[in-house]
Every structure is written in C-alpha cells, then in structure tokens.
C-alpha cells in the first residue's frame, strides 16, 4: 500500500499581514536591526500583502517599476519608501532611544 504525498505549499509571511498592526509590528522588526536589503524584501511582502496593483495605483508608479525597486536587485529610493508606507497608511516617525545607565 503506498502512502499519500503530502502536499505543501511555500510559506510566504504576506498571507499573514492582515492588519495594519501586523504590518506595522512586521516592519517595525526590520527597522530595529535588519540591513538594507531584508528591508526592501520587508516592503516587498507588504506590498505583496496588499497587492502590488493596489500599490502600484496608490503611489503613481507602474507595476513594473514597483517591481523593479522591490525585486531582489531593486533599491527603492526613500520616496518610493515613504509612498509604499501612505498607500498602507503608514507614515516614518521618529523616536528618541533609550540611553543604558552608565
């Protein structure tokens, strides 16, 4: 008797940015001490998330050249960061780091 395959399927963390709390605390865990590229790849899966022709819309940019920033070679400028953050409705903030006691 021969046994079932199993079939999977590849994990992809953009079935899981549900909410706006999830991409936040998602992107939040890169920003604290990712590199560069993890980050692009970060906004990859948001822009995944949400759908890449959503996005595209949202921030004046064509398909292509969202691809293009976000793909594996891409380097995003800071404002199509800053527009792939509003079309989430995300904005940058900034927060002063806490100092350890000497």
Same mark, same amino acid.
């Given at each position: 008797?021969?046994?079932?395959?199993?079939?999977?399927?590849?994990? !992809?963390? /953009?079935?899981?940015?549900? @909410?706006?709390?999830? $991409?936040?605390? #998602?992107? !939040?865990? #890169?920003?604290?001490?990712?590199?560069? +590229? +993890?980050?692009?790849?970060?906004? !990859?899966?948001?822009?995944? @998330?949400?759908?890449?022709?959503?996005?595209?819309?949202?921030?004046?940019?064509?398909?292509?050249?969202?691809?293009?920033?976000?793909? +594996?070679?891409?380097?995003? @400028?800071?404002?199509?960061?800053?527009?792939?953050?509003? /079309? $989430?409705?995300?904005?940058?903030?900034?927060?002063?780091?806490?100092?350890?006691?000497?």
């Amino acid at each position: 008797m021969m046994g079932k395959k199993l079939e999977t399927t590849a994990f !992809d963390s /953009a079935d899981f940015l549900n @909410s706006g709390e999830d $991409v936040i605390a #998602y992107l !939040d865990s #890169y920003l604290e001490d990712g590199s560069s +590229e +993890e980050l692009r790849a970060a906004l !990859d899966t948001i822009a995944r @998330s949400r759908g890449i022709g959503e996005i595209a819309r949202s921030t004046g940019m064509s398909r292509a050249g969202l691809y293009k920033a976000l793909g +594996e070679n891409g380097n995003p @400028s800071f404002e199509t960061v800053r527009a792939i953050l509003a /079309a $989430v409705g995300l904005r940058f903030t900034v927060e002063q780091v806490e100092q350890e006691a000497a």
